[in-house]
């Protein structure tokens, strides 16, 4: 069969279906992700599942491969453009079901750092893992983390470094909290290439997450914690 491309994806039973997104995602098919969201949701599906089984579950294999070095960034960009076609669709629908939320996170990038693809990566799995995400954008002064960590409501703060250079504001940004009594309000988790897990302690932060999917598991982890606390 020659048009063996052509895949119709309203055929397709729903696991298959879901697997066939998992590969759109993979190749960063926007449409095709924004068609299966629409056709699950066509067939009952809750959003929350389509969220976390469709795009969730794809993103992951789009992580690890990343982390794995098979995925390269312009390939994980065009799969998080998908996801972000995807997430379009089910953002309201999520607010209007009141799906469980995990938390809330402000992230940015630190003054004198323009990287973003890192930042912008654990964005997208947070969203995806039902987080709310605030991005507050690169090159950020400590202002700008107060201000967004001012408008409330927030769970976890997370700081992105790519360059030696500028993994030391981490600690600037941390000493103001301290400074201003906030400190242990929130959970701090710092990423970026150069950091290491001794560098995330010497600066005082909660934790340093090496990848978005750690980023995801590490959030997830001190969520339950909070959780814990408060009904203990």
Same mark, same amino acid.
């Given at each position: 069969? @020659? ?6 994806? @309203?055929?397709?039973? $729903? ?57 390269? %960034?312009?390939? %994980? ?28 996170? %402000?992230?940015?990038?630190?003054? #004198?750092?323009?990287? $973003? ?5 654990? #964005? ?35 700081? @992105? ?52 999917? %750690? ?18």
């Amino acid at each position: 069969m @020659s048009d063996e491309e052509d895949i119709i994806l @309203s055929e397709l039973p $729903d696991d298959e279906l879901v697997l066939q997104m998992h590969d759109d995602l993979y190749d960063g098919l926007k449409e095709e992700i924004e068609e299966g969201v629409n056709i699950l949701l066509g067939r009952g599906w809750q959003p929350y599942e389509v969220l976390t089984n469709a795009l969730v579950g794809g993103m992951t294999i789009v992580g690890k491969d990343f982390r794995d070095g098979i995925l390269f %960034v312009p390939e %994980v960009l065009l799969a998080a453009n998908a996801m972000k076609g995807g997430m379009a669709i089910l953002k309201p629908l999520l607010a209007e079901t009141g799906a469980p939320r995990m938390g809330t996170m %402000v992230i940015g990038t630190v003054k #004198g750092d323009i990287h $973003d693809i890192g930042k912008n990566l654990v #964005g997208m799995m947070m969203e995806g893992a039902g987080f709310e995400v605030r991005d507050i954008g690169i090159n950020n002064a400590v202002d700008a983390y107060m201000e967004a960590l001012d408008a409330g409501d927030v769970d976890i703060l997370g700081m @992105s470094a790519l360059l030696t250079t500028t993994m030391p504001y981490m600690k600037v940004v941390i000493d103001a909290m301290i400074e201003k009594g906030v400190r242990d309000d929130y959970t701090i988790l710092v990423g970026g290439a150069p950091l290491n897990e001794e560098f995330g302690k010497a600066i005082g932060a909660d934790a340093y997450c090496r990848d978005a999917a %750690v980023a995801v598991d590490t959030a997830k982890e001190f969520m339950a914690r909070k959780h814990n606390q408060v009904a203990g």
